[in-house]
DNA sequence: TAGATTGTTAATCGATTAACAATC
DNA sequence: TAGATTGTTAATCGATTAACAATC
């Protein structure tokens, strides 16, 4: 059943997700491919591929039980798992991600926020207190951390994750230009290149006037 | 020369650039495709394929000049163009994209920013007075806007774009889970799931731990 | 010139879509 | 039973990689 899922439909399951938890609030009970296709907005043949690499949930004539999918997902993303992570740089950015954020609800409990300007050391974010990055190691001695969320300036982040490497840490959500998996082919990587993202969009705009 | 370009080409565009930006910062005049492909940790055929999409850029036996490849790719993501953007909801996220992003480098002036929380009108994040969401008509009717960044809670999302589409923007960048796409087909929209992201980081965390 | 490296065509690989027998 | 809808195999489509002649 396990052999190799590719990285596109894991990237389409966090949807069937979301619009399962949506069809639950319904009480809609039972879905077919052919409805959820159409609120993916994909076919139907596309959803009962992606879903059969996982098993066979459906029933022929049936559909698919709404609340038994939504669960399998959540145990084949590992939603329930309750990972312990780190913020690193509480600007904005990361500001919005501690705070702001149902990171209970997808499988990530926030234990320790980390900047290095000292104006900001002690106030809190979401009841946690901003530490100084100095004081990481120490931390890390003292409790398990299983995931990195890094929100540095850029110029920061590449000795920040040396350090958070040799400190264990091999997982990262990765919100700066810093090419960790280049440096580090070994660790799992999650980047958010805001930026590149908001250009792509400029050259949607673009391409009509370009005709 | 354009015939088509494909959605996987585009996405790799921002990364062409930001590459390329930091190589003229080093001084290097040029790059063959083999190095660029190294940094890009793809392939050198990938990149030969990508640039040629646009234009015959390299000289045989020598490369790509860089200079002159950068703006090349400026041109085609239209990063000159400064699109006129507003801003809605100045929470967290909304903040962060407003005060934290190099909006004028990439093609974007932010010129407006609403909110419907009353405890927060009035106020300036990056010298723009945050307004009453329930002005945004006034000022649409004064000033040209290109692109909305769509940063409220989701319930919100679908009013706000309702009235956006109705005053005439069709250009989204959506921080929100509401499919704009799905309910106007003629509007461009790059989506930012961060929920969806963090999802399919837990997913690799868990991979290992499976076998 | 010889070496390097492009532009481009062909081959491969992977992902999506179509089709249909199995079966609830 | 008849209708619906799955699981799965085959066909298609698109994207990536390899190969190589052209040429700077």
Redesign the pocket.
């Known amino acids: 059943m396990n052999n190799k899922i590719?990285?596109?439909?894991i990237r389409r399951l966090p949807r069937y997700y979301r619009f399962l938890c949506e069809l639950e609030e319904k009480e809609v009970d039972r879905?077919?491919?052919?409805k959820?296709a159409q609120i993916m907005r994909?076919?139907?043949?596309?959803v009962?591929?992606d879903?059969?690499c996982f098993g066979?949930?459906?029933?022929?004539?049936?559909?698919?039980p709404v609340t038994t999918l939504k669960n399998e997902i959540i145990n084949i993303l590992g939603l329930n798992n309750h990972y312990r992570a780190i913020l690193i740089g509480a600007g904005h950015i990361g500001t919005a991600i501690a705070s702001h954020m149902k990171l209970d609800k997808l499988g990530f409990d926030m234990v320790g926020i980390f900047d290095n300007n000292t104006a900001i050391l002690g106030s809190k974010i979401n009841m946690l207190e901003i530490r100084d990055v100095n004081s990481l190691k120490e931390f890390c001695s003292n409790t398990k951390v299983d995931v990195a969320f890094l929100c540095t300036p850029k110029e920061a982040a590449k000795d920040t994750v040396k350090k958070l490497y040799e400190l264990g840490i091999k997982n990262f959500w990765n919100f700066t230009h810093y090419d960790i998996q280049g440096d580090y082919p070994d660790v799992k990587v999650e980047n958010v290149h805001l930026s590149d993202m908001l250009m792509t969009l400029c050259y949607s705009m673009n391409e009509d006037a370009d005709e």
Chains 1, 2 share one sequence.
């Open positions: 590719s990285k596109s439909v879905v077919s491919s052919g959820l994909t076919t139907a043949s596309q009962r591929q879903l059969n066979g949930f459906g029933h022929q004539g049936y559909g698919y």
